[in-house]
């Protein structure tokens, strides 16, 4: 059986982090590995409180666990701390891991901060050349492309510029601008991921694409075949969220 790990946050509402993933990762068939990096304590009105785990312990659980069994892909989430990045970092060139999928984590929907301030810099330097995607949203690609981004041709000229740092492909999500939903797929060339707006707003959907794409290339499949699934994928997960108390929606893996 093909397996995938996620380093990312807990998230005990399970719509985000290490839970997400593994549920996206159960429904593509995938055995599910998870390392955390940090703790949150939030429900689907928003994140309130983060704890960072130290970078040793991150470092243990990844040795611990790859001195065992060895990802087919792995899938990184929140880190929060610039220490976590580099620990990260330097376990997957130790362990010449492949299929990397990077979906930076800066701040959550509410408003809260879940990445130390330097984390654009960390992840560029020491992530991004290790990677083989990389899924920012518009926020998160304009942090790191440092660039402003309102409409497709931003996020195409983004793109390049992410490309240029090191990942092999680079997909910027489009959910965030006003009318589509289209995200940008660029491995040198640019290819189009449709999408329709939902209505409302979903907790977890960078959680839950990123691992989808991690799922589908532990599986053997290509980052331009396992964008456009992960995607068709997104499309139908919109349709099935679940009512919550909050101002997000939680989706149905
Ligand atoms: N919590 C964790 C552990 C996350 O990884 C993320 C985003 O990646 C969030 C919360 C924020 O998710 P959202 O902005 O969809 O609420």
Redesign the pocket.
Known sequence: MKKALSI????PSG????QADLKVFRHFGIYGLSVVA?L?A?NTF??SSVLPVDRRFVKKQLSVLLSDIRPDAVKI??LLSIDNAASVAGIIKKHALGNIVL?P?F????GKR?AEKEMSKALITRIFPLCTVITPNIYEASVLAGMKIRDADDMQKAAIRLRDLGPENVIITGGHLEKAATDIFYNGKFHYLKGRKTPGE??????TFSSAIAALLASGSNALHAAEQAKKFMNKVFKHSIESSGT?RLLRI
């Not at 990312?8 to 998230?11: E, K, M, N, P, S």
């Not at 719509?15 to 290490?18: R, S």
């Open positions: 990312a946050g807990f998230d719509g985000a982090g290490i940090a949150t939030q928003g994140v989430g929140m979906d984590v701040i959550s929907s509410s879940l979903y907790h977890g959907t960078g959680c997000m």
